[in-house]
């Protein structure tokens, strides 16, 4: 039997997303959860970067698989960064792709592709079960 981990797969149009650099946060607790969902001003910018608190960095496997063993019951958010050769088809540089944010730079970088990151929604984990957050860019 193994612990429970926050666990997920990265796929881009069908491919696992290999490349990756994979982060989680924590959230101190619900409010700050909403902070991060919400409008936010400078007073609510400044309380959200006190109550968020970075808690490491993992990159996915070969199949675009990734892990985060060792962590408490709590509020995460889960982020990646990663680059894609093709300009995305979507005509903002910011969109969503299920409980996915994804945002792109709309210009290439130094090794001719575009920056990319997808940032889920905050979830609660409970420390007794695995909890999921697959990531599927299908455009």
Same mark, same amino acid.
């Given at each position: 039997m193994h612990s429970p981990v926050i666990r997920g797969t990265l796929r881009d149009k069908g491919k696992p997303i290999v490349d990756a650099e994979v982060y989680l946060q924590s959230l101190e607790d619900e409010h700050c959860a909403k902070l991060f969902t919400g409008k936010i001003d400078l007073k609510k910018q400044q309380e959200l970067?006190?109550?968020? @608190?970075? =808690?490491?960095? /993992? @990159?996915?496997?070969e199949q675009g698989k990734y &892990? $985060?063993? &060792? /962590? %408490?019951?709590?509020? !995460?958010v889960? @982020? $990646? =960064?990663?680059?894609? +050769?093709?300009?995305?088809?979507h005509p903002m540089t910011s969109f969503k792709e299920g409980d996915w944010l994804v945002? !792109? +730079?709309?210009? %290439?970088?130094? /090794?001719? %592709? !575009?920056? /990319?990151? +997808?940032?889920?929604?905050?979830f609660y984990y409970s420390? %007794? &079960?695995?909890a999921a957050r697959d990531f599927e860019k299908k455009h």
């Open positions: 970067r006190q109550c968020t @608190h970075d =808690l490491g960095s /993992t @990159h996915p496997d &892990e $985060f063993d &060792e /962590t %408490k019951a709590g509020w !995460y889960v @982020h $990646f =960064l990663w680059s894609i +050769a093709d300009k995305p088809s945002q !792109y +730079a709309g210009w %290439k970088d130094s /090794t001719g %592709k !575009y920056d /990319t990151m +997808a940032q889920c929604q905050p420390g %007794k &079960e695995d």
